[in-house]
C-alpha cells in the first residue's frame, strides 16, 4: 500500500524533504534582508544607531529560533517515513506557505516594537497569528503521518502516538495563549515565543518510543 502511494503522487520522499529544505533555507535568508544598516544622526555615534535598531535584532533572532525548530521537528520526522501520499504532500505544502510568510510579521515587528502601544500590540499579534497558524499546520502534518502505520515502517503504541499528540496540543495552546497576551502584552507574548522555541528544540517530533523527547 504505501509502494503504491509513492507511485500515485510520483513525488519521493527525498524530493520532497529537499524541495522544504529549500524553502526553509531561503525563508531564514530573507529574514537578513530586514536587518539594515543604520543612518547615523547629527550628533550620534554609530553604536546609538546601532543600538537604536534592536527590535530588528530581537525579531530576527525570535524567526530565525521558530524556523530553525521547525526544521529539526520537520527533519526529525520525515526521517521515520518511508513513503508518501497525496494528502501528506498537501498538507507539507500547507506549512511550507505558512513558513514562507514569518519575514513579513518579523518586519512589521522590528519596525513597530520600539513605539509601544498599538502599533507594537498589533505587530506581534500578527506575528503571533501566524506562529499559531504554523503550529496547527505542523500538529496537522504529524496526525497524518501518525494515523497509521503506512507511511512509517512501524508505529509505537497508540498510547505513545495520543500523548505526543496531546504535547502537540498543549503546545499549541502556549502559542496561542501568546497571541492572545500580545494584544496587552506585547513583550511578555515575545518572550513566550522565545521559551517555545526552546522547548521544542529539543522535545523532538519522533515516532520513536518517545516520540517528543
Known sequence: MASAATNRTGITKSRLETFSDGVLAIVITLLVIE?????????????????????SYLAYFLAFAQIGVIWL???????????????????????????????????????NLQEGGASAETAVALFSGLLVINAISFTGLYAWITHDARLVHELPPRDVVRAARIRFGIGLGFYSLAFAISFAAPYVALV????????????????QSSPAD
Open 35 to 55: 536587518i539594515r544598516p543604520p543612518e547615523v544622526g547629527a550628533g550620534e555615534t554609530l553604536a546609538e544607531a546601532l543600538w537604536d535598531h534592536w527590535p
Open 73 to 111: 521537528n520537520h527533519h526529525r520526522l520525515f526521517d521515520q517515513v518511508r513513503s508518501v501520499d497525496g494528502p501528506l504532500l498537501l498538507l507539507n505544502l500547507n506549512l511550507l506557505m505558512w513558513i514562507a510568510l514569518i519575514p513579513f510579521p518579523t518586519a512589521v515587528v522590528a519596525d
Open 192 to 207: 513566550m515565543h522565545a521559551l517555545s522555541a526552546g522547548y521544542y528544540a529539543f522535545d523532538q517530533a519522533t515516532l
